[in-house]
């Protein structure tokens, strides 16, 4: 943008860092030509907007060139450059043609693709699938026979019937011969509806058809045809990246996304009009807001104040006071019916969190700008230091956070700073092994995911061994045979407590963990476990585990299993060496109040560590230290209070990302995933193969067989 914030230029890039760089970077290349070095001169600003996947960015560029028209951006003349597959669905006899416009609202349109020519391919592949095309004079005679408004109806019909005769093109196999009365208007249409399934989504029968075909052709010595069926099946990759910020319905909307970040509000409105989103409008609030439904109550007649294009539908992310009032509102200032939305699933959700996704980049970009603006980060850490009465600033921060779904789906984060900046790479999620589905309680999930870090930096079993042998306790490790190996702590030769790793059908379980009543309350158990453990160098190992012994063994590393809510897993593939883990933080941040300092001082006295701890309670922002009943009190406008407050919401919004992330992978999830015996490259065949999951169900088999053996299909045929 220029000082007055016009749009003069507007581009795309995988890695906008770079692209960037090459319009302000202080040293100019004199070789990028007059046009370039004139727009550098007048670059002000610049603002992004983020997307999907390339796909998207590219459909929005081309969107926004044609709308701000750029003074700097190349402008194609005829503003055609993507397709369209139309179909013409409201014709008895349909015809599916490449078009560069949506121009007829009762047929129906797929896309946009960006390359005509691929997409005529993939015609050509489904015409050799389905053999849905036919010449262009039958379907226009087709279609006048029934055109109701033809008076001479009947003697048409007669007429057409004697002139039916097999085109040039039918004889060259280039139609499916409805010319000469080869197929049926049934089946005609049952072509046309299979093209029509496969531009929905539905690949899987195109494509096996299409492989099978290849094959045929290949042995055959049909060379050039197989070769064009491979090219086209290649394109098929490509089509099923998904789009959403254009497509063909037409529609008029404003998506609201808002991002509420260290009681900063961000919004974002993007415009959509005639199907394609058009504009993005951001807006950062002044004072504080509750929460998203506070936001929109008041934003929204504000915005819409000085407005005079009001699309038919508003789409936002909750319900808020004051909606039918709003709804009128709008309804009497465009004079036609308004509706305002809150999208569950589908393209207006996944539009709804691209929005959001925006606006939450935006508000992160503002408090990095305020920060450096306001406050040097170095003297934000010395306030830190001084405030909470550390020996130093602290160079590494860790902020943890809880979050689940109604008690399912419960997962902790770990966020790091390091002097003061985010270090992604450090940062960690937690599943919640030691709680059932459904329950809640946040106390404990914060010990399991502290005692499952701070594990890591408490010396290790070596140092935990020594400790042990300095107090006259010593192992002793007993092999056996393949059946597996058992473990004795003895003091002064006594036996006081033992574990056993039993090897049975191939699975190992952990068994037979006892210690004598003077040691129960210490973390001898622990430690046994831990260091039989050890020896395992892969695999899984199995407990099962009394009810008020899940934490422990949860921070050992073991996780429930579903189908067996008493037996836990050890998956040593997830215990490997983690040098973020290993590291040792000069601060913990914990999101919540004395009861969250609590928790984790039990958890710090267990591992015998010293690290400062401090919480942050969301609803004051009021800071707690152990030990001290009322809140640490920081200065007005303070750095080092702001500095925590991002570090919280950063957890916040990690432990929230990985907890939808989960529950979106458990929304996926087929009935398949229960049949113990068939895994995940099994399950992959069979979708493949038959479709769904109904339609497998219902096969034979004799065709299961192609896939499946007979126990396979016994358990298959006893579960679904």
């Not at 929230?656 to 399950?683: M, Y």
Request: with cysteine; hydrophobic share 40%; charged share 30%.
């Amino acid at each position: 943008m220029n000082e007055a914030g016009t749009v003069i230029y507007v581009g795309k890039a995988k890695d906008l860092r770079s692209r960037l760089r090459s319009y302000v970077s202080a040293k100019v290349d004199k070789s990028i030509g007059p046009w370039k070095l004139k727009m550098r001169e007048q670059i002000a600003d610049f603002d992004l907007t983020v997307t999907n996947t390339e796909l998207e960015a590219l459909l929005l560029e081309t969107n926004m060139i044609k709308e701000l028209r750029p003074k700097y951006n190349v402008m194609m003349k005829d503003d055609k450059n993507y397709v369209y597959v139309e179909v013409s669905v409201q014709e008895e006899y349909p015809r599916v043609e490449v078009v560069r416009k949506v121009s007829d609202r009762a047929a129906k349109y797929f896309g946009p693709y960006l390359s005509a020519y691929e997409t005529r391919m993939i015609l050509e592949l489904l015409e050799e699938v389905v053999h849905f095309r036919a010449c262009s004079q039958s379907i226009d005679r087709k279609n006048k026979m029934q055109d109701p408004r033809n008076k001479q109806e009947t003697s048409n019909k007669k007429q057409a019937t004697s002139n039916d005769h097999a085109c040039l093109e039918f004889q060259i196999g280039k139609c499916n011969g409805l010319c000469a009365g080869a197929i049926t208007r049934e089946e005609y249409r049952s072509r046309i509806d299979r093209v029509i399934t496969f531009f929905k989504g539905d690949h899987h029968y195109i494509i096996d058809a299409a492989n099978n075909l290849m094959r045929k052709s290949a042995e055959e010595r049909k060379f050039e045809k197989a070769s064009a069926l491979r090219d086209a099946l290649k394109l098929l990759e490509g089509m099923d990246e998904k789009q959403i910020v254009s497509d063909t319905s037409g529609d008029d909307a404003d998506i609201i996304g808002v991002a509420c970040l260290s009681n900063k509000v961000q919004v974002v409105v993007f415009r959509k009009r005639g199907g394609k989103v058009l504009k993005e409008h951001a807006f950062a609030l002044a004072g504080q807001a509750e929460g998203i439904a506070s936001v929109l109550e008041q934003f929204l007649p504000q915005y819409y104040d000085g407005i005079l294009d009001v699309p038919s539908l508003v789409i936002v992310a909750e319900d808020f006071p004051g909606r039918e009032a709003m709804v009128a509102y709008l309804t009497m200032k465009r004079e036609r019916k308004v509706s305002i939305s809150v999208p569950e699933r589908g393209n207006k959700s996944k539009l709804l969190e691209l929005a959001e996704k925006n606006a939450e980049q935006k508000a992160l970009q503002a408090e990095a700008s305020w920060e450096a603006e306001s406050r040097n980060v170095e003297n934000a850490l010395a306030e830190l230091a001084g405030t909470l009465d550390l020996p130093a600033p602290p160079q590494r921060v860790e902020g943890y956070d809880i979050s689940h779904t109604g008690g399912t789906e419960t997962v902790g984060s770990m966020v790091v700073l390091i002097s003061g900046k985010p270090r992604n790479a450090e940062y960690r999620s937690f599943t919640i092994h030691s709680m059932q589905r459904g329950a809640v309680d946040d106390y404990r999930a914060l010990k399991e995911v502290l005692a499952r870090r701070l594990r890591h930096i408490a010396g290790g079993l070596k140092a935990e061994e020594k400790r042990w042998k300095d107090a006259g306790i010593t192992l002793d490790r007993i092999k056996k045979d393949d059946r597996g190996s058992l473990l004795v702590a003895r003091h002064e030769g006594e036996e006081i407590g033992s574990v056993r790793l039993d090897r049975s059908d191939g699975k190992l379980e952990l068994a037979a963990l006892t210690i004598d009543p003077a040691y129960e309350q210490t973390a001898l158990g622990y430690f046994l476990a831990r260091s039989i453990l050890r020896t395992v160098k892969k695999g899984k190992v199995y407990a099962r585990v009394e009810p008020e012994l899940e934490q422990q063994y949860a921070s050992i590393g073991f996780r429930h299993l579903v189908k067996a809510p008493h037996l836990m897993l050890y998956d040593t593939s997830q215990h490997k060496p983690d040098s973020s883990l290993a590291a040792i933080p000069d601060l913990l941040v914990i999101d919540g109040g004395k009861g969250q300092l609590s928790a984790v001082g039990a958890v710090l006295t267990e591992f015998k560590l010293s690290i400062p701890v401090i919480g942050l309670a969301k609803r004051e922002e009021e800071v707690f230290v152990p030990g001290h009943s009322d809140p640490i009190l920081f200065p007005q406008d303070s750095a080092a209070k702001f500095l925590l407050m991002r570090l919280r919401d950063e957890a916040h919004r990690f432990a929230n990302r990985h907890r939808k992330g989960r529950a979106a992978s458990r929304a996926v999830e087929s009935q398949l995933d229960r049949i113990p015996g068939i895994g995940p490259d099994t399950r992959t065949l069979l979708l493949k193969k038959f479709g769904s999951v109904d339609i497998i169900k219902r096969m034979p088999d004799e065709r299961l067989k192609e896939i499946l053996n007979d126990e396979q299909i016994n358990i298959l045929r006893q579960i679904l």
